[in-house]
C-alpha cells in the first residue's frame, strides 16, 4: 500500500464507467489546490481511464496501485 496522505477518499466500488470519472471530477473540484484525492474503483476501466483524466485535467497523478479487485489513484489538484 502506498503511503501519500489522502486529504479526500473518494470510494467508487461497484460503479461502472462512466462515474469514476464524473465523480472524481466533482470530488477535486470540492477540494484546495495541492491537496489529494485517493480514488477507488472496481471498474476495470479506471485503470486507463483516472491516469487519461489527470493529464487532460493538468493533475498530477502521484500514485496507481491495485488490491485485489480495487484500483487505487491519489490524484494531487494542481489548478
Known amino acids: 500500500m502506498t503511503a501519500i496522505a489522502a486529504d479526500a477518499v473518494l470510494d467508487c466500488t461497484g460503479m461502472p464507467c ?9 470530488a477535486i473540484d470540492a477540494i484546495r489546490v495541492g491537496q489529494v484525492l485517493k ?6 476501466g ?3 481511464d483516472i491516469p487519461a483524466w489527470t493529464e487532460k ?6 500514485a496507481s ?3 485485489g479487485d480495487r484500483y487505487i489513484f491519489y490524484v494531487k489538484k494542481t489548478k
Do not use: C
Not at 18 to 26: E, F, T
Open 46 to 48: 479506471a485503470a486507463s
Open 39 to 44: 480514488v477507488i474503483s472496481t471498474d476495470p
Open 57 to 62: 485535467t493538468g493533475h498530477q497523478l502521484l
Open 65 to 67: 496501485e491495485q488490491e
Open 18 to 26: 462512466p462515474m469514476p470519472i464524473l465523480k472524481s471530477r466533482k
